[in-house]
């Protein structure tokens, strides 16, 4: 696909991996909409980039206000990119030390917002996409979503987390051949362990304990390495159904 006036929706587009996303799609030619809660860092960001990028705050579960995201495309252009990277969280046992079972309501938040919402990105975008006029290979758009590495490699307190990302694994493949005779492909990144805002916060000593487990490069990633991944799907039409980790060979232990 060609970059250069596609219109690209980032979710999770004002900080981390997304705001790398957006930066690397704009740098390439595209315009971009930035879906973001945080609505003071999403407008700055905006109004940075300049015309043909746009803020629309948005809760990515909630149908009506990804709608007015994708909207929002369309009066820029014909939206051919929508890479998913909203995400939560939080971490707990399914029995805590004080012997009560895991917080219903915590799970079904992570489930609401990682799983449910990057299906809800996923439908209304592909349905946006499969309007537009197919370029040379047939193809109308793509659609990026984020799983994790904890969705394989699940540690212990990610039984809420590693449950969502790894339905995002799997609903990969299904999405996809629903979506071939549109001429829509459907990918999933799925990260190790980031430099993103989620780890700033942590103390050095922290941070340089993750960044020794990964095998190589030993360091953290860099939130421009995953949209580098990103921009190269978009680009690469043979691209399609698959998840791919991008974690330095790191397989993560219980703890």
């Not at 790398?20 to 407008?43: H, M, P, S």
């Not at 012997?99 to 809800?120: A, C, Q, W």
């Amino acid at each position: 696909m060609d970059i250069k006036n596609s219109v690209a929706l980032v979710t999770g587009g004002a900080s981390g991996l997304g705001e790398a996303t957006v930066r690397r799609l704009v740098g390439a030619g595209a315009k971009a909409v930035i879906v973001d809660l945080n609505q003071e860092r999403g407008e700055a960001l905006a109004g940075e980039l300049g015309d043909g990028v746009v803020f629309v705050k948005a809760n990515v579960a909630d149908p009506a206000e990804v709608q007015s995201a994708v909207d929002a495309a369309g009066e820029l252009g014909d939206l051919r990119i929508a890479v998913s990277c909203a995400g939560i969280g939080p971490a707990a046992k399914t029995v805590g030390r004080d012997g009560s079972g895991h917080d219903l309501d915590m799970y079904r938040k992570v489930i609401e917002v990682n799983l449910i919402g990057t299906f809800n990105v996923l439908r209304l975008s592909a349905a946006a996409m499969a309007k537009n006029e197919p370029n040379d290979d047939g193809e109308r758009g793509v659609v990026i979503n984020t799983a994790s590495v904890a969705a394989f490699d699940g540690q212990i307190g990610q039984v809420a987390y590693s449950s969502s990302k790894g339905g995002v694994v799997g609903m990969t493949l299904p999405a996809a051949r629903d979506l071939m005779k549109l001429g829509v492909r459907v990918v999933t990144i799925a990260p190790g362990t980031f430099d993103t805002p989620l780890l700033a916060g942590l103390p050095e000593n922290v941070r340089e304990a993750l960044a020794a487990g990964i095998p190589f490069p030993r360091r953290l990633g860099s939130p421009d390495e995953y949209a580098h991944l990103a921009q190269h799907i978009a680009e690469n039409a043979y691209l399609n159904a698959e998840v791919i980790r991008l974690d330095g060979a790191l397989r993560m232990p219980p703890r």
